[in-house]
């Protein structure tokens, strides 16, 4: 399995971001090829390192990382990568990990 999860500062607009990112970004997101599962933690988010200004956590499930990499590829996943831009239009407003995942 592989993953890739969307670490979101909080947004100036809160509301705002909640609307955009529930209403609109998720159901693009939903028609990605290979999706899997896609979940959301949301505020409060309790961190133990002392980062306090994580709003919102995506985490996308997918087969493998080649999988994400289609997707991505793909008109769904360059619409989604065009829209993140509206929900965190600078670089440091989000953090995205993509990675492959093992069972411990």
């Given at each position: ?20 990112y529930f209403e609109v ?80």
């Open positions: 399995m592989a993953r890739m999860i969307a670490i979101y500062k909080t947004p100036k607009d809160m509301a705002a971001f909640d609307k955009h970004h998720i159901p693009l997101a939903k028609k990605l090829p290979g999706l899997i599962k896609y979940d959301v933690g949301r505020s409060p988010i309790i961190s133990t390192t002392g980062h306090s200004d994580t709003y919102c956590i995506g985490t996308l499930h997918f087969d493998s990382l080649d999988t994400i990499k289609a997707a991505f590829a793909s008109p769904q996943g360059q619409a989604c990568a065009i829209d993140r831009r509206i929900l965190a239009p600078n670089d440091e407003d989000v953090q995205i990990y993509l990675f492959e995942t093992e069972d411990v």
